[in-house]
């Protein structure tokens, strides 16, 4: 299997989590990977384990929401891969407080991350990927983006995210760059892990469990593999159906209604 044989990839957040399972899955596709994060400890142990299990993989330390370490980083990738086709923008952070329990800074700091991070990674590769002969670049929002959200900042970024994707897909794609976004909805990470919100929202999750790193890290492959090469602007769900009706369905299951049966 070689979906991404000889691509360069870049994804941040690639240190742990999603972003980890991407970097091991893009590499098993024979992708060079090259994994940014501000976790440097991490992200050079998950560069060594793709190596150690064959796969092609560099880190490199790099802060989203830095303009200068974005310029800095894909100079640095370019030299590395000697070109750059595909970008995920994976870094994200989460506040879970209110709107009214949101400071300016952490509302400050989870749009840098979440959102300014994206657009400046999109800038900063686009006119790489452009001379590397197009690519495709992948943004991970989430299904906060659709629904009212216990994190307004997040959820916010998140909605953002897709505003970006559409855009940047219109403004790229005569440089021959795809632009899309990935939703997934509740998947066990350092970023959610103990959240007293898990066993809840796998129950208003239709297919009643949470989803697997490595679902979200396949949809992406696909979104950034040649097999998506007449999709762009677009957002998959990776969500168990949680967006499509997962509200609809818990009340059915809670009201003991058979979606199966006929209607008396
Ligand atoms: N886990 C879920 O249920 C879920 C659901 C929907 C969307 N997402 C999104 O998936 C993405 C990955 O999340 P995860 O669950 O793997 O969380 P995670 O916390 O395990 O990973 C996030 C990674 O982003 C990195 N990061 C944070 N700030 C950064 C910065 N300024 N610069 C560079 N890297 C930075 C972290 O160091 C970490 O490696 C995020 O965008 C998140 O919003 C996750």
């Known amino acids: 299997m070689a979906r991404l044989k000889d691509k360069v990839i870049m994804v941040t957040g690639g240190a742990r989590g999603l972003g980890e399972a991407e970097a091991r ?29 064959g796969g092609r993989a560099c880190f490199f330390p790099l802060d989203v929401t830095d303009e200068r370490a974005w310029e800095a ?8 891969g000697g070109g750059i086709h595909g970008l995920v923008n994976n870094a994200g952070i989460v506040n ?26 999109i800038r900063a590769v686009a006119p790489v990927m452009r001379d590397s002969g ?5 943004s991970i929002a989430s299904v906060a983006a659709y629904t009212g959200h216990n994190d307004p900042a997040y959820s916010t970024t998140k909605a953002g995210v897709l505003g970006l994707t559409r855009s940047a897909a219109m403004e790229f794609v005569d440089w021959g760059i795809r632009v899309n976004a990935v939703s997934p909805g509740i998947i066990v990470t350092a970023l959610n892990e103990g959240g007293g919100h898990l066993e809840p929202w796998r129950r208003a999750t239709p ?12 949809t992406v492959l ?7 090469s007449f999709i762009t ?10 967006k ?12 003991g209604i058979d979606l199966t049966a006929p209607i008396a």
């Open 244 to 255: 499509a009706g997962g509200a609809a369905r818990r009340i059915s299951v809670e009201a």
């Open 233 to 242: 602007g677009e957002d998959i769900a990776v969500d168990g159906g949680f």
């Open 207 to 218: 297919l009643g469990r949470y989803g697997r790193m490595e679902e979200v890290a396949n």
């Open 96 to 121: 879970r407080t209110g709107t009214s329990g949101t400071t300016l800074e952490a509302w400050s700091r989870v749009l840098a991350v979440n959102l300014t991070g994206a657009f400046l990674g």
């Open 134 to 138: 197009g690519g495709a670049i992948v």
């Open 25 to 53: 899955r893009f590499a098993a596709e024979g992708a060079m990977v090259a994994i940014c994060d501000v976790l440097e400890a991490e992200g050079r142990e998950t560069a060594a384990a793709i190596g150690a299990a």
């Open 222 to 228: 696909f979104l950034l593999s040649d097999e998506a």
């Open 73 to 80: 980083t894909v100079r640095a990738v370019k030299a590395w």
